[in-house]
């Protein structure tokens, strides 16, 4: 079965510094895909970053890059520039290969930015 | 930007009721999803729906759920008689083949 594990139940960030959120899972398979979701006070899941486990390269998205590890299994977050508005529950999220297959998510890292 | 809409954003409902929590999925995705997050604790998967029936369900989606596409738009969740601890919130959500899901803005559900 696959898991995914998320060690920082919280985490604080001063605006404009950069973050890193962690991300470990765990499967034998090799045909993957991994996310980060954002989860603001509002509660809408808005996808934040994806990465194909095939892909080598790290997936960027303006001020959200990931630090993928396959072989460690891992999956880091980092946030440049922190903005107010970043505050909110990060989701790492796994899912095989196959379109009906289901996302697994870790518990979440409440991130808050502070002025 | 193509959205996945659900309704009602909160719905209060009394234990032994029935609800139906509606979904409108993006239009051109075949893949349907609904999630349930109790607050405070993770995102749990609930089902999976492809091509007018269920291709996975978790032990949480037991007889007192059922799922429906009733027309070419809507994707239902049917919550017969709820408990107390279905008080959550709903999110459906919708993809097309291995891309990231796009989740809809959620209802959030209390059973009181």
């Known amino acids: 079965a696959q898991t995914v594990t998320q060690s920082q139940p919280e985490m604080s960030v001063q605006e404009a510094e950069t973050v890193t959120l962690s991300c470990t899972y765990d499967t034998s398979e090799s045909n993957y895909y991994l996310f980060w979701y954002k989860q603001p006070p509002s509660r809408q899941m808005i996808l934040v970053i994806r990465?194909?486990?095939?892909?080598?390269q790290n997936a960027t998205e303006n001020r959200f890059s990931v630090n993928f590890q396959k072989a460690a299994k891992s999956f880091s977050l980092k946030i440049s520039d922190s903005q107010l508005g970043d505050t909110a529950m990060y989701f790492c999220a796994f899912r095989l290969g196959g379109a009906t297959n289901k996302l697994i998510f870790g518990t979440g890292t409440l991130l808050a930015v502070q002025p | 930007e193509p959205e996945v809409t659900q309704t009602p954003s909160h719905q209060v409902t009394q234990m032994g009721q029935e609800v139906i929590l509606r979904c409108v999925p993006i239009s051109n995705h075949l893949y349907f999803y609904w999630y349930r997050q109790i607050l405070g604790q993770k995102v749990e998967f609930l089902v999976s729906f492809y091509n007018n029936e269920i291709s996975e369900k978790s032990e949480i989606f037991d007889d007192q759920f059922s799922v429906e596409r009733p027309d070419g738009s809507n994707f239902t969740l049917k919550i017969r008689s709820t408990k107390l601890e279905d008080s959550a919130m709903y999110f459906c959500?919708?993809?097309?083949?291995?891309?990231?899901?796009?989740f809809g803005s959620g209802t959030r559900l209390t059973v009181v």
């Open positions: 990465q194909e486990a095939y892909k080598q």
């Open positions: 959500a919708s993809s097309e083949r291995d891309y990231g899901y796009t």
